[in-house]
């Protein structure tokens, strides 16, 4: 019985003095026991992945979206396939004929969120089953980017995209303000829902009627 309680009384000390290297290794004092590290919390990106069409001619520069629709820019034409793959606040990466391309919305430009901006802009239907519906000559004008006297508001949105949102004017103010491109603006009026005149630079009205 004295012999078990001696090795009984042995192993205690050999436990705490174990239990204090443990501790000094883990970087806190003997016989402090150190909490676990608390869980990060990492912002993540909204996963928005949707296929759908362009609704409008969609400017493009690079590898970046124009959130303005430049005119002088190339564009997507209407009806391309478009599959959305992140919406992250101001920002979205879509991907057209297997190319990424990045959006970032600048409220200088639009009212719009990525995700507000891509809702009005990538839709389920195509919109080439209307366009065939259109006169030959609206229907060319519109697969160029450009105008004709005469157009829709609807037509006009295909070839060009939305207007510029300007304080206090929605889609039905009697003028639309496009922009040409950073530092050129011009308007398009309408007369009964008909485009009527395009003003703006001689140079830049030129480029936008279709002829």
Known sequence: MVLKACLTCLRLPLAAGLLAV???????????IKPEPAAVSVARPTTL??????????????DQLSSANYAELPFIPL?????????DGPRAV???????????TD?????DTAAQWLERMVVVD???????SFPAGVRLAILSGRLSKGMTREQVI???????????????SPSWRY??????????HWSRDKLSKISGTTETVNKLIYK
């Open 22 to 32: 443990l501790a000094a290794c883990a970087g806190g004092p003997p016989g402090e």
């Open 49 to 62: 992945v949707r296929s759908g069409f362009a609704c409008c001619n969609l400017r493009y520069g690079g």
């Open 79 to 87: 009806g391309t396939p478009i599959l959305i793959r992140l919406v």
């Open 94 to 104: 879509v991907e057209v004929n297997g190319k990424q391309l990045s959006l970032r």
């Open 107 to 111: 409220p200088a430009q639009t009212r």
């Open 126 to 132: 195509d919109p080439r089953r209307k366009l065939e």
């Open 158 to 172: 295909m070839a060009l995209g939305y207007p510029h949102a300007d304080a206090g004017k929605g889609l039905d």
């Open 179 to 188: 922009w040409w491109s950073s530092f050129e603006s011009f308007y398009v």
